[in-house]
């Protein structure tokens, strides 16, 4: 079965500073990947996604994301954080046999230092 | 933009009385709604996908009867937690598909999500 990791469930960077969320997949076959944005009390918005096209994937608001088959990973970065960044973002996987689904990972709440 | 909205954004209720949680594409047809919940500081746990017309398709562990999904129209799907209690308290967020998007990529919209506490 599908799934997702997303290792470190808080991440603290300084203004300016460059982000890195970091998720690892688990599938037999490539997956259809993605990373949503959640602000406090509000409903997920779509950054980015991956579906087997170019294996870097550039999204709203500065971020990419990069699908490393041989890795088996799917990380979020943005060059310079802004303190609008602050919020939670969760890597998803829609398993290619199950169209329908979409499996989320734990999420990662990124804070952002002045 | 695909729009979905949730209604109401925040309920309480007394234990033992049910809540429906309205979730409607505003500007899109859609064929399949999905609803999720979500613990404190947790991911989203998917519990059913409905499709218009038809019966929800609940996942392992939820009990149906206790959240009733019924999506009457290509664009509104209601949840109906009945007998509510304390531990039904969550946020819970759907989501919908479009009609007509073909092929094993899909793309869902969600809605801003519904805080309910069951006092």
């Known amino acids: 079965a599908q799934s997702v990791t997303q290792l470190g469930s808080h991440v603290s960077v300084s203004e300016g500073a460059l982000v890195l969320l970091r998720c690892n997949y688990s599938?037999?076959?490539?997956?259809?990947l993605f990373w949503y944005v959640q602000y406090p009390n509000q409903g997920l918005q779509l950054l980015l996604k991956?579906?087997?096209?170019?294996?870097l994937v550039k999204g709203i608001n500065g971020f990419e994301a990069e699908f490393k088959k041989s890795e088996t990973s799917f990380h979020l970065t943005k060059p310079s954080a802004h303190m609008s960044d602050a919020a939670e973002y969760f890597c998803?996987?829609?398993?290619?046999?199950?169209?329908?689904?979409?499996?989320f990972g734990s999420g990662t709440r990124l804070s952002i230092r002045p | 933009g695909a729009v979905v909205s949730q209604h109401p954004s925040r309920v309480i209720c007394k234990s033992g009385t049910s809540v429906k949680i309205e979730c409607r594409s505003l500007?899109?047809?859609?064929?399949?709604m999905f609803w999720y919940r979500q613990f404190p500081k947790k991911s989203l746990m998917l519990m059913a996908t409905?499709?218009?017309?038809?019966?929800?398709?609940?996942e392992q562990g939820v009990e149906k009867d206790k959240f009733l999904i019924n999506h009457a129209s290509l664009t509104l799907s209601t949840l109906t937690v009945t007998s509510a209690h304390p531990e039904d308290s969550s946020f819970y967020i759907c989501?919908?598909?479009?009609?007509?998007?073909?092929?094993?990529?899909?793309?869902?919209?969600f809605g801003p999500g519904t805080r309910l506490t069951v006092l």
């Open positions: 989501s919908a598909r479009p009609k007509g998007l073909a092929g094993p990529y899909n793309e869902q919209f």
């Open positions: 599938s037999s076959v490539p997956p259809y």
């Open positions: 991956y579906t087997s096209a170019a294996t």
């Open positions: 998803a996987v829609s398993p290619y046999s199950s169209a329908s689904k979409i499996i």
């Open positions: 500007d899109f047809q859609a064929t399949t």
């Open positions: 409905s499709n218009e017309g038809s019966k929800a398709t609940y």
